[in-house]
């Protein structure tokens, strides 16, 4: 079974400041993808951006970076230069490559981000 | 182009109700999802379609709980008997193949009285 850990339920970060959310994960298989979303309190998940296990180079999108490290099994957000619109909640998740032909995603619980100006 | 769309963004029910929630997947998406997502917490899978075949059903918490799309487009999950332990966002994703990225829709509120 895959489980993903956010041990953060709450951040506060000074507007412009640089922040890292972290997440931890578990699984037993080698091909997987970790993803980062952003939920606004309109509720709608954003996707961010995606992490391929088999990546050699930490992915970027825009202010965007994961901190992938493999052998922690971590896969860290980093945002540059944070804003007020950061603020939001922030999950990560962990889709495992299956031949049942389901990708779902598993999620963790959250991050809870905000931005002070 | 148009993301995910759901309907009813909100919905109220008394508990015994049955209830019907929709989503719109982006065009072409074969891959679609449904999340329940309880307050403070990650959203949790529920069922998986590939175009009209439901290939997992596995996290429909009971059989009060049914979804399909018949015609491999548009989805609708359909909950019996609601009750209070049902009262959750329900979220709708899809992805263009199997192993995309999935994009979400802005999800139905369900409050159960």
């Known amino acids: 079974a895959q489980k993903i850990t956010q041990t953060q339920p709450g951040m506060f970060v000074q507007e412009k400041e640089a922040v890292t959310l972290d997440c931890t994960y578990d699984?037993?298989?080698?091909?997987?993808?970790l993803f980062w979303y952003k939920q606004p309190s309109s509720g709608e998940m954003i996707f961010l951006i995606y992490?391929?296990?088999?990546?050699?180079q930490n992915a970027t999108e825009g202010r965007y970076s994961l901190n992938f490290q493999k052998a922690r099994k971590s896969a860290n957000l980093v945002i540059s230069a944070s804003q007020l619109g950061d603020s939001a909640m922030y999950f990560c998740?962990?889709?495992?490559?299956?031949?049942?032909?389901?990708?779902?995603?598993?999620f963790g619980t959250g991050t809870r981000l905000t931005i002070i100006p | 182009g148009a993301g995910v769309s759901q309907s009813p963004r909100y919905k109220v029910a008394k508990r015994g109700q049955d209830v019907a929630l929709r989503c719109d997947p982006i065009?072409?998406?074969?891959?679609l999802f449904w999340y329940q997502q309880a307050l403070g917490q990650g959203p949790e899978f529920l069922t998986y379609?590939?175009?009209?075949?439901?290939?997992?059903k596995s996290g429909l918490p009971s059989d009060r709980f049914f979804a399909e799309r018949p015609e491999g487009s548009v989805s609708t999950l359909k909950i019996q008997r609601t009750q209070q332990e049902d009262s959750a966002v329900y979220l709708c994703?899809?992805?263009?193949?199997?192993?995309?990225?999935?994009?979400f829709g802005p999800g139905t509120r369900l409050t159960v009285l």
């Open positions: 994703a899809s992805s263009l193949r199997l192993a995309d990225t999935q994009y």
């Open positions: 699984t037993s298989d080698q091909s997987y993808g």
């Open positions: 992490q391929g296990s088999y990546d050699e």
């Open positions: 998740a962990m889709r495992v490559h299956s031949n049942f032909g389901n990708e779902k995603l598993t």
């Open positions: 065009s072409g998406h074969v891959s």
């Open positions: 379609f590939q175009n009209e075949a439901q290939l997992d």
